[in-house]
């Protein structure tokens, strides 16, 4: 997955899936001081994970994954960058395949990992400015492995500090075979499904 920071137009990769898995993603941000936009990588692995990053024969799913402040700093981002876009890497969706009325939070947490993976279940985390990142969108599926960016309605500051839980909520309210996955790598207890 990729972030855009809108202080230094920076992308971000990042490996990682469900399950025990963390989504590869990248981080897309402005820095404070190049005003550019970078690009990083966390994580290099590749495995996938069926109901990532929602599950098309329920009518709800959520998954969400945990980063760390280390992570982040490893790839260039420092606090107060402003994130301004994702990216994942989805694999084996059918072409055309629908998820309508989607959502992805982005919320700063103190933990390190998920207490509860199995379910999300948050009320052991301690959770701070929690921000709707991408609001009631319509995500359209492709055959091949590819990267794709979700630009934010709303940026996410980051405090420099804290670990980071992005989460993807599936609102689409139909059941529907032909979706796919996240590419990822496996990391205990810091992903749910």
């Known amino acids: ?21 963390i989504s590869i993603f990248a981080f897309i941000y402005l820095s404070t001081f190049s005003f550019s936009q970078q690009v990083g990588q966390i994580g290099s692995d590749f495995d996938n994970c069926e109901g990532t990053p929602a599950y098309g024969l329920f009518d709800y799913s959520q998954t969400a994954m945990l980063y760390l402040a280390t992570e982040l700093e490893g790839i260039g981002i420092s606090s107060g960058n402003s994130i301004t876009a994702i990216e994942f890497q989805f694999n084996s969706w059918d072409d055309g395949y629908v998820l309508d009325n989607q ?8 933990e390190s990992s998920i207490p509860s993976p199995s379910s ?9 400015n929690t921000t709707t990142v991408v609001d009631e969108f319509d995500f359209r599926g492709k055959s091949s492995i590819h990267w794709e960016q979700f630009d934010f309605d709303t ?23 032909g979706y796919g996955w996240l590419e990822g790598r496996s990391i205990a207890n810091r992903c749910h499904i």
């Open 155 to 177: 940026p996410f500051v980051w405090d420099g500090v804290s670990n980071i839980l992005i989460t993807w909520e599936n609102r689409d309210g139909s059941w529907s075979g």
């Open 1 to 21: 997955m990729h972030f855009q920071n809108n202080r230094s137009n920076q992308k971000i990769q990042e490996s990682t899936s469900m399950k025990q898995l």
């Open 120 to 128: 999300p279940d948050y009320s052991e985390l301690t959770i701070s």
């Open 103 to 110: 959502t992805i939070k982005i919320s700063h947490v103190t």
